[in-house]
């Protein structure tokens, strides 16, 4: 299962993607890469599983900017 770990003020907050994925269509070095896309092309479905898994990153980013923005307007 691919979880999406957010760290804040040295506090671990992990997020479920709900896309199931081996390790051996895993690609550790996906953030050098150009695509940037973790899930390589072994898993028959990984277009679609990277598509899920940017999303569910789209959606934490935006709730953690509207928290922080919520933060400083106080």
Do not use: A, C
């Not at 953030?31 to 028959?44: G, M």
């Not at 479905?45 to 953690?64: A, G």
């Amino acid at each position: 299962m691919v979880q999406i770990v957010y760290y804040f003020s040295k506090k671990r907050v992990s997020f479920t993607t709900n896309v199931e994925v081996k390790i051996n269509d895993w690609d550790e070095d996906w953030r050098s890469k150009r695509k940037k896309e973790p899930i390589i092309n072994t898993d028959k479905d990984s277009n679609t599983k990277n598509i899920l898994i940017f999303q569910r990153w789209r959606e934490i980013k935006d709730v953690i900017f509207e928290i922080k923005g919520g933060l400083l307007s106080l």
